[in-house]
């Protein structure tokens, strides 16, 4: 009889945690951002005489944005990837062919503002804003 009564309960504990595991049958969990969100948008003027690459940092992930040529502007969007981390994003700023890079202090961004990343012919003289 002992020996039944155990065997209940190891089939009881092996369906509990069967349901535990199972979904809830719901939809699918809502993306981030949000659909119908504003994208955050960055703007990179590049006033150094190198072109440069653009790169999100957030955590250990390294985006690439965009390569921006010597004396232009780029205008983007910040992609799915590192919109996870908008408490503590950093820009990397790598001239191509060589050169110091820069990185940027953290930000904190929302959906809908604009990081303007303007770089400077001394690359430590990066200026990052958000409005």
């Not at 969100?37 to 005489?49: F, K």
């Not at 790169?55 to 983007?76: D, E, I, W």
């Not at 981390?85 to 990185?103: A, K, N, R, S, T």
Request: hydrophobic content about 40%.
């Amino acid at each position: 009889m002992p020996q039944a009564t155990s065997h209940r309960i190891a089939v009881l504990l092996v369906l509990v945690g069967s349901a535990s595991c199972a979904g809830t049958g719901g939809s699918d969990p809502e993306p981030w951002p949000p659909r119908g969100a504003t994208p955050t948008r960055v703007e990179v003027r590049n006033d150094n005489w190198s072109d440069v690459r653009v790169y999100a940092l957030c955590g250990q992930l390294k985006q690439r944005l965009a390569s921006v040529p010597s004396m232009t502007m780029t205008r983007l969007s910040l992609p799915e990837a590192v919109t996870g981390c908008m408490d503590d994003i950093h820009f990397l700023v790598d001239p191509i062919g060589g050169g110091q890079e820069h990185v940027t202090a953290g930000l904190v961004v929302s959906g809908g503002e604009t990081v303007s990343l303007r770089v400077r012919n001394q690359i430590g003289l990066t200026v990052v804003t958000v409005r």
